[in-house]
């Protein structure tokens, strides 16, 4: 009773508070409706006025997207006028009548008319769509003069990117294209810039790695507008940022010495400093011209470039994966000398080496005979890789693969990077299911096998060989909004000097002496002399009943069964600063098909003089005696 | 007094239960919904997507709650008062640690299915572990001071962690039904008299860790006409659509300053704009009106349940969902600065709506439950 009895208590004073409360609710909501009456009797004339005659509005202004420069600071991306004609719906009575008139003057596909039809749906009334972009001003102007007759047509000077150097640049630069639902959801801001009329955004490449930096951030502009939403005055106009500058490391001279080099073949190549990883040049042909991309492609355009056999969408400098050949056999090599082989042993090669029943082929066939490193580098022997590569086994080999920069990627600036394949018998276990065989040590030892590389890693390979064992990573990007990036200070690889120096004087010896595999593409001018390794990378299987009856020469295949060309190449010889990796899919021979390419290119590299930044390892020449 | 002899001495059965719940008060809020709806087929301009038809399933899914949450007994919710509260702040931390990871939005948890937002529930469990405490306390013992230092804490956790997502909008609004609950339970006037006095004195030391965007609505909410097209913007195009409405409005659909987008937000926090410019202010009151109807039910529910637990999740119930409509409404108007506080059933958004069904569900089930006894001490159901 008692415990009711205080329970009552509490329940008499909860009840007046609760009233209490109930009589607050009550004229709070009498402020409102007060309040309201307020606003929508009593003010009301003076609202309306302010509705119907004079509305601020505030619209959003694109900012210019930032340009993209060379280290020279010559233009690779910018922007460029584009005329263009907007519709405003709610501006005309019939949209169907207005899009009519005007086909008259300029063409509207059936294609665009859908587009202009399903844009203006989803857009309010009062917010401008495209109907016609990219016009030339011919076209512009007779847009303008036509204008009274075309109500709700508003002529309209955007901004559009211009890739001045169209597709010698395109895997790099990428391109930018409407933004699509898909962007827009994925978008953590600027989602009202997005939606603006004509606003692209980055989709590849360069474009889209630095696509906040380049953006900018919006501007605004409020202006007064009157009951037909027609601008009276602008009030007030905040005009934004624009996107910043994005500075590469690239040489435009260079690249485009490159390209001209390598364009009609299938292929990918890179050139960078060796100490401070900048790429100065990085070609994959063919290519496409990201110019068109702007407008969108049309579907014919499209087919070609997807149906293309030398595939011009991929970027192989970056994501083709090819065996690497017998450029491996510096990294075969070097595995040796760490594994305590001794490089003046000699291995003799009488053109096959034989593992259990199976032969493995030099590419030599009647065989180079006694062989020893030096030599089996220089000649390019495959019986000295095999057995070297047998001896020390594939772990060995796996793992100097992987200091060389090899299986990995290097958070390169263009998206879309492949990290190849550094095969281990762990790897096959876990993938495949089967046990490592022998013979695949064997044919890892010249390149063959499941390795697989990319032009890159090939270029970071070979420059890691020429800078002293520095694990220097490959950069594009020299500097972003006025802000140089820091050169990163690449870390030792611990490698021993004797590793790198038979790898390095082979390479030499490829190049510089008679009888090397790439002799015949050598530079001959005193200081510039390269040294390099040849590689031939085959595509398809060369059946026993082939070897007998004679192998097929190359040119008798069809393209696809040919081999890949490769060459790697560092120069000046003595005084190494530069790494070139070609690879020529299909291109037949490294000796004939990339090596030639490859002096031509290093030549060009030479001749100009880069303005490099400060090397952050000190230069060593591979043969320093002979110096001077 | 009738019911009083009808259910006590045996438990509810189902059919009972759907007997004694208010049908009519379900049939109120789907009214208000389907004026939400309506408004928000305007905003896209006569269309269901993108809105209107999410809102609708949305709104089903909140029936269904708040049927189940009617059903089930009111001492049962009191059993699961705390450890519901004990989730919901796990989950706000959860939010603050996967902020952290960088997500972007740190009010929002993904629970990869579903997309949450443990603020809007932390309203609606911090009522309930509150009622469930001060159930157990008599008048006397609620305004010791060692009896505080709970309660306080309950509130003080969750406004903590919201606080630093920020979010002070729900921070307020937490703090706010906390208060009401400390002083439906019967703290006396004179702690309230004492805290107001201590917020006064805090003032100068918020304000200097206020957000440079929070103090600007604050400047602009004392002088809108000082930046009409930065901050003040809001308040000036709201007050202009809701005047241009005049007492029967545009027409639906025809409300030039929501349709050309001179208004900001105008489905969620601005939806009421809209309303009074299409609809005017007959459309305005009337809407209005339904919300106090429910204000009205709900204080009813509070004061006829026999318990206390009920009682005060009753009037706390009420008081958010009246704190809601009046500090959204007020805004608009601009009679409140501008904070993120939706209307609720009729702006757009998932979750506040779900836990505000759910925390009308709570209130069916005191409706439901009023005559039933249960005891003060916590052996009763432990």
């Given at each position: 009773m008692q415990i009711s009895g205080r329970d009552n208590t509490r329940y008499q004073a909860f009840t007046r508070r609760a009233a209490l409360l109930g009589a607050i609710q009550g004229a709070a909501f009498v402020v409102l409706a007060g309040r309201m009456y307020y606003l929508q009797v009593l003010k009301s004339d003076q609202y309306t006025m302010l509705a119907e005659e004079n509305r601020v509005s505030m619209r959003l202004l694109a900012p210019l997207r930032g340009n993209v420069v060379d280290?020279?600071?010559?233009?690779?991306a910018s922007n460029r006028q584009n005329f263009r004609a907007m519709m405003?719906?709610?501006?005309?009575?019939?949209i169907e009548a207005t899009l009519d008139r005007l086909s008259r003057i300029i063409e509207i596909s059936d294609f665009a008319r859908r587009r202009i039809l399903r844009d203006v749906q989803r857009s309010p009334r009062f917010m401008p769509v495209t109907v016609?972009?990219?016009?030339t001003w011919d076209q512009f102007a007779k847009v303008n003069i036509n204008e009274p007759d075309l109500a709700g047509i508003v002529p309209d000077v955007g901004e559009t990117r211009d890739y001045p150097y169209g597709e010698e640049l395109a895997h790099i630069m990428g391109y930018v294209a409407a933004v699509s639902e898909k962007d827009m959801a994925e978008a953590e801001t600027d989602r009202q810039l997005m939606r603006l009329p004509g606003f692209r955004i980055g989709k590849e490449g360069i474009e889209k790695t630095y696509d906040k930096e380049l953006r900018g951030t919006a501007g605004s502009s409020h202006v007064e507008v009157n009951a037909y939403g027609?601008?009276?005055?602008?009030?007030?106009?905040?005009?934004g940022k624009p996107g910043q500058e994005v500075v590469l490391t690239l040489d435009m001279d260079i690249q485009r010495f490159a390209w001209d080099r390598l364009k009609g073949e299938s292929a990918g190549a890179v050139v960078m400093?060796?100490?401070?990883?900048?790429?100065?040049a990085f070609v994959s042909a063919p290519a496409y011209d990201p110019n068109q991309f702007n407008m969108g492609l049309s579907n014919e355009q499209w087919r070609a470039l997807v149906d293309n056999e030398y595939k011009p969408l991929v970027n192989k400098a970056l994501a083709g994966m090819y065996p690497p050949g017998s450029t491996f056999k510096m990294v075969v090599a070097a595995a040796a000398i760490e594994a305590?082989?001794?490089?003046a042993q000699r291995v003799v090669c009488p053109g096959h080496y034989s593992l259990g029943s199976h032969d493995f082929h030099c590419w030599k066939k009647g065989g180079h005979g006694a062989m020893n490193m030096h030599q089996a580098i220089k000649y390019s022997c495959d019986v000295f890789f095999y057995d070297v590569a047998r001896r020390i086994g594939i772990n060995a080999i796996a793992e100097m693969a992987r200091k060389f920069g090899?299986?990995?990627?290097?958070?390169?600036?263009?998206?879309?990077?492949k990290a190849g394949l550094v095969p281990t018998p762990d790897w096959k276990r876990a993938t495949r299911g089967e046990p490592w065989h022998q013979g695949e040590t064997v044919i890892a030892g010249i390149g063959q096998g499941y390795l697989l590389t990319t032009p890159l890693q090939l270029a970071v390979m070979t420059a890691r060989l020429a800078n002293g064992g520095y694990a220097v990573k490959p950069r594009?990007?020299?500097?972003?909004g006025g802000q140089l990036l820091p050169t990163p200070r690449p870390a030792s690889l611990g490698l021993g000097e004797a590793a790198l120096k038979v790898a390095c004087d082979g390479m030499n010896a490829v190049s510089?002496?008679?009888?090397?595999?790439?002799f015949r593409s050598r530079i001959p001018e005193p200081g510039m002399e390269l040294a390099g390794k040849t590689g031939t990378a085959q595509v398809r299987r060369i059946s026993r009943a082939e070897r007998l009856t004679g192998v097929l020469k190359n040119e008798q295949l069809p393209w696809r069964q040919r081999d890949h060309a490769l060459f790697v190449c560092y120069a000046p010889?003595?005084?190494?600063r530069y790494a070139l990796s070609v690879i020529v899919e299909h291109g037949g021979s490294g000796s004939a098909a990339a090596a030639p390419v490859a002096r031509d290119i290093m030549r060009e590299v030479l001749s100009r003089n880069v303005d490099r930044p400060q090397a952050v390892v000190p230069p060593r020449g591979s043969t320093g005696a002979r110096e001077g | 007094m009738l019911d009083l002899r009808r259910f006590t001495g045996r438990e509810l059965r189902l059919t009972d239960k759907l007997v004694e719940f208010n049908w009519g008060f379900l049939l109120l809020l789907v009214l208000i919904a389907s004026i939400g709806f309506a408004m928000l087929y305007s905003v896209a301009e006569?269309?269901?997507?993108?809105w209107a038809y999410r809102q609708a399933l949305r709104f089903a899914a909140g029936v269904c709650i708040l049927l189940i949450a009617a059903m089930i007994d009111l001492r049962l919710w009191m059993r699961l008062a705390y450890p519901l509260y004990g989730v919901a702040l796990a989950m706000l931390v959860a939010v603050e640690v996967v902020g952290m990871t960088?997500?972007?939005?740190?009010?929002w948890l993904n629970l990869g299915f579903v997309q949450i937002q443990p603020s809007e529930i932390m309203k609606v469990t911090l009522l309930m572990a509150l009622a469930r405490y001060f159930h157990g306390l008599t008048l006397d013992e609620v305004s010791r001071l060692r009896n505080l230092v709970i309660p306080v804490a309950l509130i003080a956790a969750p406004v903590g962690l919201v606080v630093l997502q920020p979010d002070l909008g729900t921070a307020i609004l937490l703090i706010a039904s906390g208060a009401i609950l400390l002083f439906a339970a019967g703290l006396r006037w004179r702690y309230f008299i004492l805290s107001g006095a201590l917020v006064l004195a805090a003032v100068p030391v918020v304000w200097g860790r206020l957000h440079d965007y929070q103090k600007n609505r604050v400047f602009t909410f004392l002088d809108?006409?000082?930046d009409p097209l930065g901050t003040g913007y809001h308040i000036l195009q709201s007050k202009i659509a809701l005047g241009a409405?005049?007492?029967?409005?545009?027409?639906f659909m025809e409300g030039t300053q929501s349709q050309l987008n001179f208004l900001p937000e105008k489905h969620t926090d601005f939806i009421f704009t809209m309303l009074g410019e299409e609809l005017g202010l007959a459309g305005g009151l009337v809407l209005l009106a339904l919300y106090f109807i429910v204000l009205m039910f709900s204080l009813n529910v509070a004061m006829q349940c026999r318990n206390q637990f009920g009682r005060l999740l009753a009037i706390g119930v009420s008081m958010t969902f009246f704190l809601y409509v009046f500090i959204n409404t007020a805004m608009v108007m601009g009679?409140?600065?501008?904070?993120?506080?939706p209307l609720p059933?009729?702006?757009?958004?998932g979750t506040a709506m779900l836990s505000l069904m759910f925390a009308f569900g709570l209130l069916m089930s005191v409706h439901i439950h009023r005559n039933v006894e249960i005891s003060r001490g916590p052996s009763a159901f432990w």
């Open positions: 280290r020279y600071g010559r233009i690779l405003i719906s709610e501006q005309t009575a019939d016609a972009e990219g016009l027609r601008v009276i005055r602008e009030l007030a106009k905040d005009p400093d060796i100490h401070s990883g900048d790429v100065l305590g082989i001794n490089p090899l299986g990995e990627t290097y958070g390169f600036e263009v998206p879309g990077e594009l990007t020299r500097a972003i510089n002496e008679p009888g090397g595999t790439a010889v003595h005084a190494p | 006569g269309s269901f997507s993108p960088g997500m972007g939005a740190q009010r809108p006409e000082r409405g005049g007492v029967f409005g545009k027409g009679l409140l600065p501008v904070v993120g506080v059933l009729v702006s757009y958004g």
